[in-house]
């Protein structure tokens, strides 16, 4: 297993600046977080990134080192452009792009956006599909709820639909891991990305167009995306594979970072 340095930078967009963590060397590879947590989350995949690859985790506008920006609350696209901005910021033409849940619907995003940019896809406990309207309601009691009690509320009422049975029974360093990376966001970040997801659109009729290999994975203990949808997900993908990580749940990354780790390196080594 290589372990690298991973270290913190900050692209400057405009009047905006994005902060991202970095590893290794080499193709690029990119890996938006899941909600609500941030960059920091993908320190396992940083410190084992594969030979020849370099690994980019942007915090996310509002969250972690990422300022909010003035105005409106943001949209998918909007966190999409942002992070096109950094690519070229980077000056990275293409990418591998890829995320976890919210970063999966972000991904969507910026395959609608700039398709060209991209040469392979990470799709992560992720869904293709918009809220339902029992989704919806419940998004907003949690826009409620953030806006009147903070970040620590929704970690409370969070965190046992985010990890899986293994991992709130017997990992507790990964619990702790996770509820520090909630606490450290904003609440009005959380709120944002509450209102990002509530409407943003059903990305399944772009399913088919997605051209290049692309990497389905998921935690078999994952109640949010259950490992059907998830197998459905990558049927709609042309050239897609898919892996079930035993043990871990929606946070599969972090809860299984060795099996997730060990999945992604495969996939990029022998599809890019
Ligand atoms: C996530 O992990 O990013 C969230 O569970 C996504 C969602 O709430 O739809």
């Known amino acids: 297993m290589i372990r690298s340095m991973v270290h913190e930078h900050r692209a400057e967009l405009g009047d905006r600046s994005i902060r991202y963590l970095e590893s290794g060397a080499g193709w690029p590879l990119i890996l938006l977080h899941a909600f609500p947590l941030q960059a920091a989350m993908w320190t396992p995949q940083l410190e084992r990134v594969p030979r020849g690859w370099r690994l980019i985790a942007p915090d996310i506008r509002g969250f972690g080192g990422t300022a909010a920006a003035d105005g409106a609350r943001p949209s998918m696209e909007d966190y999409a452009a942002d992070l096109i901005g950094l690519l070229d910021a980077l000056e990275l033409d293409r990418a591998v792009i890829g995320g976890l849940s919210m970063g999966g619907y972000i991904t969507f995003a910026m395959l609608r956006l700039a398709p060209e940019r991209f040469s392979g896809v990470v799709l992560a406990d992720t869904r293709a599909q918009a809220d339902t309207p029992e989704g919806r309601d419940n998004r907003r009691t949690l826009s409620e ?4 009690r903070g970040p620590a509320a929704v970690a409370d009422q969070m965190m046992p639909k985010l ?3 293994t991992t709130r029974e017997s990992r507790p360093e990964v619990k702790q891991e996770v509820r520090r990376l909630i606490l450290s966001n904003d609440a009005a970040g959380i709120d944002g ?6 409407q943003r659109p059903d990305s399944t009729a772009g399913l088919g167009r997605i051209s290049v290999p ?3 994975v998921t935690g078999d203990e994952d109640t949010l995306v259950p490992v059907a949808d998830a197998e459905a997900l990558q049927r709609a993908i042309p050239r897609s594979q898919f892996v079930v990580l035993p043990r871990a749940g929606h946070l599969s990354s972090l809860e299984s970072p060795d099996d997730f780790s060990e999945a992604l390196r495969n996939f990029l080594l ?3």
């Open 214 to 216: 692309t990497l389905v």
């Open 193 to 198: 990305a509450i209102h990002a997801m509530l």
């Open 270 to 272: 022998s599809n890019l």
């Open 145 to 148: 709820l953030v806006r009147t």
């Open 163 to 165: 990890l899986g049975r």
